[in-house]
């Protein structure tokens, strides 16, 4: 059958960014221009998602028609765009309907959006047939489904794709049943690489290649392991991040040369253990203190999920400097805390001036290799120019943590599609070998919709990831907000068609022989990190779209 085309999609596209606005609109006015978002969360939530969906169609769409006249794209790319966008398009309608009353949109308008040749344009792109068709194809292509790009990127991708296979891979699944550490071969076969100094200026030692080099990065080291590779480089891209937005010219000297050769790994100490992600209300305390006649501060109180802790050789802490709660997130401060490397699953470290460390590393589902710690700290002592910013960094670590994880969310929608990638790969090879009642899988009609929806949506998580970071690297004040959301589709897509690719394993999805279980629990995090989904969708993408 012949495949839709973006101009079919296109006014379908178009008809939803107009409901989306709307409901936008209705929904600022409900909220007071977001102050009241915790009065009608439920709400907050379903127009955020929508109009995060309404962004992700737009993108496919936009990327398949550039590659397209630049003749970059495959044969099938531009149906897989057009029907990838439909499919959001839907979704997003399936989810204001319920919410038309809420909204005081009245169903009359809400059906205006979308007259009777819309709905029936919107049946065909999104058809069933259309999705079955695009399976066929993901199958015989082994779920290799390429973005195209410009012919540096290509070299990048290429070159990480042939590391991982070749470097990463045959140990992924021994590191994960065996809940090990990543080893110390794949951090130097990295740092020779430079993969962790991607985005730092060329002055500071890194090779400034931008945040897209970084993304293609992220994902292919991600498609083999997220926990023991995909993930290295996230940690010292959000102090980097932190660095060079606020620190003094003598830490990013002193600091950054170190995280973009691998010489240090870093540790992102933020959470608490009765404070997830609420962030400002922090209670972990650095009180000024003198040691051996260096100024400083020591740092006392508990963290938690500080993830590849005992391996790292510092983290960036967020502690609070100002005792008076009151002062929320003004009171905060963000610390270089040096510390030995540990590559066991729990460590304690004593200070020569009597301060201690201690740390354990939490048991959890997947991502293993990298290992999330519970810290507690005592008199714990960092010297002063260890305060990011020093003087004048005091009080604003929220702000610079805030700013760093805005580069760790644009990161995790990287790790997203790649680990997405992965699981669609594995099961469009495994459907192709199983045989069932006499025939490949593959041949099932539901077995080919599930694929091409698979990739498909695949295709709408990367499209909106890509341009966060072409938002990224152009310096656009729309970035940081976008890349909360390309974090909040791109992780809900991977935890989709990871569980969509194990039901196509059948029972053999649930056995550790075969990698689709290790995709499958390490997806799980993904909604976590950087803000667990309801928070990121309420206080990060909401906030910032009814506020605007």
């Known amino acids: 059958m012949s495949l839709p085309t973006l101009d079919q999609a296109r006014g379908l596209v178009d008809a939803a960014d107009t409901l989306v606005d709307r409901c ?61 966008a439909a499919d959001l398009v839907g979704a997003l309608r399936d989810r204001l309907a319920p919410a038309v009353d809420d909204l005081g949109l009245g169903e009359a308008e809400f059906d205006a959006t979308f007259p009777a040749a819309l709905r029936e344009r919107l049946r065909q792109v999104a058809n069933e047939s259309v999705f079955r068709a695009l399976g066929r194809r993901v199958a015989e292509d082994k779920g290799r489904v390429d973005f195209a790009l410009d012919e540096l990127l290509e070299q990048v991708r290429e070159s990480v794709r042939e590391f991982g296979d070749g470097e990463i891979a045959p140990h992924a699944e021994r590191i994960h049943r065996g809940d090990e550490t990543v080893p110390e071969a794949f951090i130097e076969k990295m740092s020779e690489l430079g993969y962790f100094g991607l985005s730092v200026p ?99 109180g508990p963290k938690s999920w500080c993830t590849f802790a005992g391996r790292a050789d510092i983290l960036a802490l967020l502690a609070r400097t100002d005792p008076d709660p009151a002062k929320g997130a003004k009171g905060l401060s963000l610390f270089i805390v040096p510390k030995e490397r540990d590559r066991g699953h729990a460590f304690d470290q004593t200070q020569p001036g009597g301060g201690k460390m201690s740390g354990k590393a939490d048991a959890t589902l997947g991502y293993r290799g990298m290992h999330s710690f519970t810290l507690q700290l005592e008199n714990y002592f960092v010297p002063a120019d260890h305060l990011v910013g020093e003087a004048e960094g005091e009080g604003r ?147 910032n779209l009814l506020s605007n």
């Open 24 to 84: 936008l609109d209705l929904a600022r006015s409900i909220t007071d221009g977001g102050k009241r978002i915790d009065d009608h969360q439920v709400l907050a939530e379903r127009v955020a998602y929508a109009a995060t969906e309404a962004r992700a169609a737009r993108e496919l769409l936009e990327f398949a028609a550039r590659v397209e006249s630049e003749g970059r794209s495959g044969d099938h790319f531009a149906g897989l765009a057009a029907a990838g």
């Open 202 to 300: 060329e002055t500071y030692g890194g090779f400034e290649m931008g945040s897209m080099a970084m993304i293609l990065t992220t994902e292919e080291l991600s498609r083999v392991s997220l926990a023991c590779a995909g993930s290295l480089i996230t940690r010292p891209e959000i102090l980097a991040k932190a660095l060079l937005q606020g620190g003094t010219e003598e830490q990013r000297k002193t600091w950054l040369p170190q995280l973009a050769s691998g010489e240090v790994m870093v540790g992102i100490s933020v959470t608490e253990p009765d404070i997830g992600s609420d962030v400002a209300s922090l209670k972990c305390r650095a009180e000024r203190a003198t040691q051996g006649g260096v100024d400083g501060w020591v740092i006392n």
């Open 397 to 543: 670590g929220f702000y610079l943590q805030m700013a760093g994880f805005a580069m760790g969310r644009l990161q995790t929608g990287g790790r997203a599609t790649g680990l997405a990638q992965a699981a669609l790969e594995k099961s469009a090879e495994y459907v192709l070998d199983r045989v069932q009642f006499g025939k490949a899988t593959v041949e099932y009609p539901l077995t080919q919709y599930k694929l091409g929806r698979m990739a498909a949506r695949l295709a709408a998580a990367r499209a909106l990831t890509y341009a966060a970071a072409e938002g990224m690297d152009a310096g656009r004040a729309d970035a940081a907000p976008l890349a909360a959301q390309a974090k909040l589709l791109a992780c809900d897509i991977a935890v989709e068609i990871s569980q969509e690719g194990q039901q196509l394993h059948g029972g053999w999805g649930y056995a550790e022989e075969y990698p689709i279980s290790r995709y499958t629990v390490d997806a799980l995090v993904l909604p976590i990190f950087e803000g667990v989904k309801p928070v990121l969708e309420l206080k990060v993408v909401a906030r």
